[in-house]
């Protein structure tokens, strides 16, 4: 499953940004249109790198597929930031 949504939160002492929800579907227009490019470029760098581009192409789309339910929390001194992929 390809992630669908990915959630934004921003927290400081003097900051406070509510919750912003970034639709990841909208981007997949563009990928679309340029998948030939992106094709073309990676099975460039596979060639210059000599990797089998069937096994790239499978760990990104793997990696991509693994991206929902990640959690990333950090914390630095009085902030705080937080990203959720739905």
Known sequence: MIPSFAILQV????FH???LWLPLFLLWIP????SPLILIVIL?????GR???WRAIAVFWSILCNLPG????VS???SKVLVRIL
């Open 51 to 53: 990797i089998n581009p």
């Open 70 to 73: 990640t959690h990333v929390h």
């Open 44 to 48: 460039g760098l596979c060639i210059a």
């Open 17 to 19: 940004m509510p919750r």
């Open 76 to 78: 630095a001194h009085d």
């Open 31 to 34: 990928v679309i249109l340029l």
């Open 11 to 14: 927290e400081a002492t003097h």
